[in-house]
């Protein structure tokens, strides 16, 4: 992986970067299996307006950026929910994704979390939230055509 990627505090300013991100990963990545309406559906849950919400509702978030600005960015919900994990396209399979994971994670046990957390993932990143650790928590969820997979990640540090 590049050596110039840094990883920070979300900032506002990036808000709209993110929200772009991952409009655009969920339109290759997720949404694909999903009808026309719960596409629609999930990008409005996942929208800039949507993602500036969930931080006034507390969500503490991670921008990954190079030079050119924010290539990935991590979300977690009360210190223990993986909410938003999106790495940009060009930076896939290079460790970015493990390197915003672990800053979230430790930030919750900073915070008080003993090391267990929670994720939703899309069908296509199971494989990559098994890699961190986690495991299927139940089967496939369809929630009014929006697929998910819940995961849990207990830790012993």
């Not at 977690?76 to 399979?93: C, E, G, I, M, Q």
């Not at 994971?101 to 990559?128: I, L």
């Amino acid at each position: 992986m590049a050596t110039d990627v840094r990883i920070r505090e979300l900032q506002l300013a990036d808000i709209p970067s993110i929200a772009n991100l991952l409009h655009d990963l969920a339109l290759e990545f997720i949404t694909p299996e999903f009808d026309a309406n719960a596409r629609r559906e999930f990008l409005e849950k996942n929208s800039q307006s949507a993602i500036e919400n969930f931080i006034s509702d507390g969500f503490r978030y991670h921008v990954a950026e190079t030079r050119e600005g924010p290539i990935g960015f991590v979300g977690v919900r009360d210190n223990k929910h993986l909410s938003h994990l999106f790495v940009a396209k060009p930076f896939h399979r290079q460790g970015l994704g493990r390197r915003l994971w672990e800053t979230a994670m430790s930030e919750c046990r900073a915070a008080g979390n003993p090391g267990n957390f929670t994720v939703n993932s899309s069908n296509n990143a199971v494989a990559v939230y098994e890699n961190f650790g986690f495991v299927r928590s139940a089967p496939t969820q369809n929630s009014g055509g929006v697929f998910f997979n819940p995961m849990t990640l207990q830790t012993n540090a």
